[in-house]
């Protein structure tokens, strides 16, 4: 059994949206495996949650109506079952793009992130060699200076 990672310390704000309050991050959940549940534990409420990362915010949208007596600013723990993303380019990612003289680096973060999960998800070998392959035909090549 995987065990359950500690809460996160996050802050925030309680902002209006017309489905209802949203629970805005201060700050980009980074590393995360996003767009799940988890739960907040927020002024003595263990409130469920739908985490949304986007490009620059991370917003938890409540699963259920939020108590009356959540403040505008706060400060909670994000339970988050599923744990941290790793964020390292895998052996078979890696050398494909060696072999192909292409730049992995020239991936900026959300690019990275995308291409992570698009090749995470893959059900099978065959499709994760496709994607593989999909990632490294879209990178630039190598400059013929450089040796990575």
Do not use: K
Not at 54 to 67: E, F, G, K, R, W
Not at 106 to 133: K, M, Q
């Amino acid at each position: 059994m995987t065990p359950i990672p500690p809460p996160l310390p996050v802050q925030g704000r309680t902002v209006p949206a017309p489905t209802g309050p949203l629970l805005l991050l201060d700050t980009r959940l980074e590393g995360h495996d996003t767009f799940l549940t988890g739960t907040l534990t927020l002024a003595g409420y263990d409130l469920a949650v739908r985490i949304l990362t986007l490009d620059d915010s991370t917003t938890l949208q409540p699963v259920h109506p939020l108590p009356t007596n959540i403040p505008a600013q706060w400060t909670a723990a994000l339970h988050l079952r599923h744990g941290q993303r790793d964020r390292r380019i895998p052996d078979d990612l890696h050398t494909a793009a060696h072999t192909a003289r292409r730049d992995l680096t020239a991936l900026d973060d959300a690019e990275r992130r995308y291409a992570l999960t698009f090749l995470g998800e893959a059900t099978t070998l065959a499709i994760r060699a496709d994607r593989v392959d999909v990632i490294v035909r879209s990178l630039p090549a190598l400059d013929e200076g450089d040796r990575t």
